[in-house]
C-alpha cells in the first residue's frame, strides 16, 4: 500500500517565554561568573532551540568581586552594554569565608560576621535600585552552594553556606518586593549535594576548593536556570501512525512530502530547533539532572511498523538500526551524535565556547580596572599603570593567591592593546553563531532492514 501526502504539515514553532530578539543579557557576579560556564551553556541552549531570536550575552563577572564593587562598576562595566536584563549572583565574597571555621567564635567575629551580612544586604538593596532606575529586568540568582558538607580533603569554612543561605533568604525578598524573578540555586545545590553524600561522603559538585562549581556544578546551575525560565519542552517530535488516517503529529517541526510504502517511510522534515550537543565534561551532570527529559528529547515514533530492524537515513546518510518496538515507543536522536542537526548544534557549541573564551580574554581589563587600578590617579598610559601594578604585586608576594594574580597582571598588559580587536572578534563570533544556528530542510528515510 501507498500513501503520498505531499501538502505541508505545519507546525509553530517555539518562543522563549522572557527573552525577545536583540535583547542584551549581562551577568553580573564574582568569579564563578568571571570564569564560569554556566552563562556558557545558557548562550547555547538559546542559540539551538530558538534560532530565530538573537541574544547578546556579556560576562560581567570579576574574580573576588563583591556587592560593593558590583555596584561602583555597575555604571561603567554594565550598562555601558545597554543590557535588557542582568543575571546578579553574588555573596560569596560578601560573607568573608575566613569568618568561618569549626569551633567557637569569639564575640568580635560574631560581630563581624553580622555586620558582613548587613553590608550584604545593603548592597544588594542598591543594585536593585539601580535595575529599576536603569529600566533592566533583573534575574536574582542566590549563591551557589559553598561546600561544607563532602568530606574532601580541603579544610572547610564550617558555616559559611549557612550564612549565604541567609544571603538567598535576602536576594529572595527583594525579587518578591519587586515582582522579579529569583532562582534559589543554593538549595538546588545542597539538595543534590545532601542525596549524593548519603552514597559517598567524598561526593561533590563544587570544585576541590569547595567554592568554584567545576562544569558539573555549572551545568547544574544552568539547568535550575533555565527550568525557571523556560517551560519544559522538546526539541521536536514526529509521530506516524500506519493505521489511522491521520496518520501524522508533528512538534516544532514542518513535515512535508510525506510517502508511506510498506517497506519505506520518506518525507521531508524542518526542525525548528537543534538539539543541544553533549560533551563528555557534563555526563556526571546528566546523571545528576532531568535536562535530557525535560529539554533535550528529539523524539521519532513509528507506530505499527511490522516486526524486524529498519534503518534511519538522513540526507542519504544512515544514522542508526532501531527495531520496530524502539521505534513505536519513540527514539530520542538528540543522543544521535552522528545526525546532520547534531553536527550543525556541535558547530555552535564551539563558537559559543570560543565566544566565552574571547570575551574571558576581555575580562582582564575591568578585573584590574576595578580590583587594582580603582586607586590609581596617575597618566592614563599602560606604562604608569605598569609600574602602579607591579609596586601592589610586589606587597602581595608570598600569598596564596599571588600567582593567580601575577598571571592576570600578565594578561592585562596582553590584552590591554588588543582591546578592540577582540571585541571585534567578540562580535564576529555572535554573528557566526547566528549565521550557523538556522535549522535546514532534510530528507528522511526509514527502510526495513
Given at each position: 500500500m501507498s500513501?503520498?501526502?505531499?501538502?505541508?504539515?505545519?507546525?509553530?514553532?517555539?518562543?522563549?517565554?522572557?527573552?525577545?530578539?536583540?535583547?542584551?543579557?549581562?551577568?553580573?557576579g564574582d568569579s564563578i561568573t568571571h570564569g564560569g560556564q554556566f552563562h556558557e551553556f545558557l548562550q547555547l541552549f538559546y542559540a539551538t532551540r530558538y534560532p530565530n531570536i538573537a541574544l547578546t550575552f556579556?560576562?560581567?563577572?570579576?574574580?573576588?568581586?563583591?556587592?560593593?564593587?558590583?555596584?561602583?562598576?555597575?555604571?561603567?562595566?554594565?550598562?555601558?552594554?545597554?543590557?535588557?536584563?542582568?543575571?546578579?549572583?553574588?555573596?560569596?565574597?560578601d560573607v568573608i569565608r575566613t569568618l568561618y571555621f569549626e569551633g567557637q567564635a569569639s564575640d568580635e567575629i560574631i560581630q563581624k560576621r553580622k555586620n558582613a551580612l548587613t553590608a550584604y544586604k545593603q548592597n544588594t538593596d542598591i543594585l536593585a535600585e539601580k535595575f529599576e532606575a536603569s529600566g533592566i529586568t533583573p534575574i536574582y540568582l542566590t549563591p551557589s552552594t559553598y561546600d561544607q558538607y563532602s568530606k574532601i580533603e580541603k579544610?572547610?569554612?564550617?558555616?559559611?553556606?549557612?550564612?549565604?543561605?541567609?544571603?538567598?533568604?535576602?536576594?529572595?525578598?527583594?525579587?518578591?518586593?519587586?515582582?522579579?524573578?529569583?532562582?534559589?540555586?543554593?538549595?538546588?545545590?545542597?539538595?543534590?549535594?545532601?542525596?549524593?553524600?548519603?552514597?559517598?561522603?567524598?561526593?561533590?559538585?563544587?570544585?576541590?576548593?569547595?567554592?568554584?562549581?567545576?562544569?558539573?556544578g555549572h551545568f547544574i546551575m544552568f539547568h535550575k536556570?533555565?527550568?525557571?525560565?523556560?517551560?519544559?519542552?522538546?526539541?521536536?517530535?514526529?509521530?506516524?501512525?500506519?493505521?489511522?488516517?491521520?496518520?501524522?503529529?508533528?512538534?516544532?517541526?514542518?513535515?512535508?512530502?510525506?510517502?508511506?510504502?510498506?517497506?519505506?517511510?520518506?518525507?521531508?522534515?524542518?526542525?525548528?530547533?537543534?538539539?543541544?550537543?553533549i560533551s563528555k565534561s557534563i555526563n556526571k551532570a546528566l546523571t545528576l539532572v532531568p535536562f535530557q527529559q525535560e529539554f533535550n528529547q528529539e523524539i521519532l515514533k513509528i507506530i505499527g511498523l511490522d516486526r524486524g530492524n529498519y534503518d534511519l537515513f538522513i540526507q542519504d546518510k544512515l544514522i542508526n538500526t532501531f527495531s520496530a518496538k524502539q521505534l513505536n515507543d519513540g527514539v530520542n536522536l538528540s543522543t544521535e551524535s552522528n545526525t546532520p542537526q547534531y553536527k550543525q548544534a556541535q558547530e555552535i557549541m564551539m563558537l559559543c565556547q570560543e565566544y566565552k573564551k574571547t570575551g574571558y580574554q576581555l575580562r582582564s581589563i575591568p578585573f584590574m580596572v576595578y580590583k587594582y587600578?580603582?586607586?590609581?590617579t596617575g597618566p592614563n598610559n599602560l606604562y604608569s599603570k605598569q609600574i602602579h601594578l607591579e609596586k601592589k604585586l610586589k606587597k602581595i608576594e608570598g600569598r596564596p593567591f599571588y600567582n593567580y594574580i601575577k598571571k592576570s597582571m600578565h594578561d592585562y598588559y596582553e590584552t590591554f592593546p588588543r582591546q578592540d580587536s577582540l571585541t571585534d572578534q567578540l562580535k564576529k563570533i555572535e554573528r557566526a553563531i547566528y549565521m550557523k544556528n538556522k535549522p535546514e530542510t532534510r530528507s528522511w528515510s526509514i527502510v526495513k532492514n
Open positions: 500513501f503520498l501526502r505531499s501538502e505541508l504539515i505545519h507546525a509553530q514553532s517555539q518562543e522563549s517565554k522572557n527573552f525577545e530578539n536583540g535583547n542584551t543579557i549581562c551577568f553580573l556579556h560576562n560581567c563577572g570579576i574574580a573576588g568581586d563583591n556587592t560593593e564593587g558590583m555596584s561602583y562598576r555597575f555604571k561603567n562595566d554594565v550598562l555601558v552594554h545597554n543590557p535588557t536584563h542582568v543575571f546578579l549572583m553574588t555573596g560569596m565574597n579544610v572547610k569554612n564550617l558555616g559559611c553556606n549557612d550564612a549565604l543561605i541567609e544571603c538567598s533568604k535576602h536576594i529572595k525578598s527583594i525579587a518578591k518586593q519587586s515582582n522579579r524573578l529569583a532562582i534559589d540555586l543554593n538549595t538546588h545545590m545542597q539538595d543534590i549535594m545532601h542525596r549524593e553524600l548519603q552514597k559517598d561522603s567524598l561526593f561533590t559538585i563544587i570544585g576541590k576548593d569547595r567554592v568554584h562549581p567545576e562544569t558539573t536556570i533555565i527550568s525557571a525560565l523556560e517551560s519544559h519542552s522538546n526539541v521536536a517530535q514526529i509521530t506516524i501512525s500506519l493505521n489511522e488516517v491521520k496518520n501524522l503529529k508533528t512538534e516544532n517541526c514542518d513535515i512535508y512530502e510525506l510517502q508511506l510504502t510498506k517497506n519505506k517511510i520518506s518525507f521531508k522534515c524542518l526542525e525548528n530547533s537543534l538539539p543541544f550537543p587600578l580603582r586607586d590609581y
